[in-house]
């Protein structure tokens, strides 16, 4: 059993920062994978963002390669998503979840999910 914890979300003008955080309950933390994912209102969930159980491999969706950057630190628990130039459109609750098998953008596959947090870009 995992359990994940995000924070970092906020209120950001656009072409401004965030990092969001996400950290794990449990000794197991480097056997999992990691995945960011976002949710807009009326929106479906979308993939951001995947992290290997080293942070040897990352993956990225389109709309997010070149301004954010997916990392993890296993001696903390912890995975993160640093967040740059951030446009209105990225305006979402933001999840982490754990995978054991490293699929990337498909969320399905994922067995633990946080609670998310909130995101909001301004114009």
């Known amino acids: 059993q995992v359990q994940l914890v995000e924070s970092g979300g906020g209120l950001v003008q656009a072409g401004g920062s965030l990092r969001l955080s996400c950290a794990a309950s449990?000794?197991?933390?480097?056997?999992?994978?990691m995945g960011w994912f976002r949710q807009a209102p009326g929106k479906e969930r979308e993939f951001v963002a995947a992290?290997?159980?080293?942070?040897?491999?990352?993956y990225y969706a389109d709309s997010v390669k070149g301004r954010f950057t997916i990392s993890r630190d296993n001696a903390k628990n912890t995975v993160y998503l640093q967040m740059n130039s951030l446009k209105p459109e990225d305006t979402a609750v933001y999840y982490c979840?754990?995978?054991?098998?490293?699929?990337?953008?498909?969320?399905?596959?994922?067995?633990?999910w946080g609670q998310g947090t909130q995101v909001t870009v301004s114009s």
């Open positions: 979840a754990a995978d054991t098998r490293y699929s990337r953008s498909y969320s399905a596959d994922y067995d633990y």
């Open positions: 449990g000794r197991t933390f480097s056997s999992y994978a």
């Open positions: 992290i290997s159980w080293a942070g040897t491999s990352r």
